[in-house]
Nanobody
Framework: QVQLVESGGGLVQAGGSLRLSCAAS????????VGWFRQAPGKERELVAV????????VYADSVKGRFTISRDNAKSTVYLQMSGLKPEDTAVYFC??????????????WGQGTQVTVSS
C-alpha cells in the first residue's frame, strides 16, 4: 500500500511560481509512475503531468507545457511539480497519484488528498 501526501499549495499572483510536493510512504514508490491531476470547480479532472518510475519519461498537458516541470527524488520518495508563469485558469485542487504501470492511467492505483492552488489576477 502507498500513501501520498501533497503540500505546497497556496495563493499566488498571476505570473508567480509555486512548487508542489508529493511525499509517499511505502516501499514500492520507486517502481511507480506518478502523475499530477487538477480539478477546478465545475470542470473535468485534468491530468497535467506524469513522470515514469525512473524519471526517464515525462508527459505534460498542452495547457501547462513549458510552464510546469515534474521531477522526482526516489531517495526521498517525493515527486515535485514546479509551476511557473501561473495563470488564473491554473486555479484548482491539485492531486498527486501513483500507478503501477506505464502508460499512466486516468484511474491510477493510489491518490493523495489534494492541495489547493489559487492564482489571483
Amino acid at each position: 500500500q502507498v500513501q501520498l501526501v501533497e503540500s505546497g499549495g497556496g495563493l499566488v499572483q498571476a505570473g508567480g511560481s509555486l512548487r508542489l510536493s508529493c511525499a509517499a510512504s511505502g516501499r514500492t514508490f520507486s517502481t511507480l509512475a506518478v502523475g499530477w491531476f487538477r480539478q477546478a470547480p465545475g470542470k473535468e479532472r485534468e491530468l497535467v503531468a506524469v513522470i515514469s518510475w525512473s524519471a526517464y519519461m515525462t508527459v505534460y498537458a498542452d495547457s501547462v507545457k513549458g510552464r510546469f516541470t515534474i521531477s522526482r527524488d526516489n531517495a526521498k520518495s517525493t515527486v515535485y511539480l514546479q509551476m511557473s508563469g501561473l495563470k488564473p485558469e491554473d486555479t484548482a485542487v491539485y492531486f498527486c497519484a501513483a500507478h503501477h504501470s506505464w502508460p499512466f492511467s486516468q484511474q491510477p492505483d493510489y491518490w493523495g488528498q489534494g492541495t489547493q492552488v489559487t492564482v489571483s489576477s
